[in-house]
Structure formats: structure tokens, C-alpha cells
């Protein structure tokens, strides 16, 4: 095999993931991965839904108090989304 047609197999995988348009849907649930994980029972708690719509977050809240909390910390949630997704992609997080 030529040296040329040698890929990892990771950039095998997101390039096909591309070919197919699933990249975004992966992105999505490595995002709702996170926020499981890291955002704590509280947050969690009151978090109805989220999207990832032209690279926002959506986070659908049922509580105004952890609608500020999060508002306050929206650069490092958004900091830790792009770590875990491992790319700058998140540039924002619209909180509803």
C-alpha cells in the first residue's frame, strides 16, 4: 500500500462520519455526554432539553435560578463543551 492512501483510523472514522452529515449528531452527544457528567445533580435536574443548533447550545431550563448560575459560568461551560469535543466548535450557549 502506498504511503499516500494511509490513514488513521481516526481520521477514517471522522471522515466518514462527515460523508454521512453524523458528525453533528455525535457532537450532540458528547455535548449532552458533558453536561451529564460535569454540571452537577442540580443543574441537571432542572435541564428539560438540549440542542446544538449552528454551533449553540441550546439548554431548555425549568429554573430561573439555574438560569443565572449557568449564565455566570457560560465562558467556562462553553470552555469545557469544546474541551471534551476536542475542537473549538461551541461559540455560544442560548439559555431558554
Not at 37 to 66: A, C, D, P, Q, W
Amino acid at each position: 500500500m502506498s504511503e499516500h492512501n494511509e490513514h488513521s483510523l481516526k481520521d477514517s472514522i471522522k471522515a466518514l462520519l462527515k460523508a454521512y452529515h453524523l458528525d453533528d449528531g455525535m457532537r450532540e452527544a458528547r455535548v449532552k455526554e458533558y453536561w451529564a457528567e460535569n454540571m452537577g445533580k442540580v443543574i441537571l435536574k432542572h435541564t428539560v432539553e438540549l440542542k446544538l443548533r449552528n454551533r449553540v447550545l441550546h439548554v431548555y431550563l425549568n429554573s430561573s435560578v439555574v438560569r443565572q448560575e449557568i449564565d455566570m459560568a457560560r465562558s467556562q461551560v462553553i470552555r469545557g463543551l469544546n474541551e471534551q469535543l476536542g475542537e473549538e466548535w461551541i461559540t455560544g450557549i442560548q439559555l431558554h
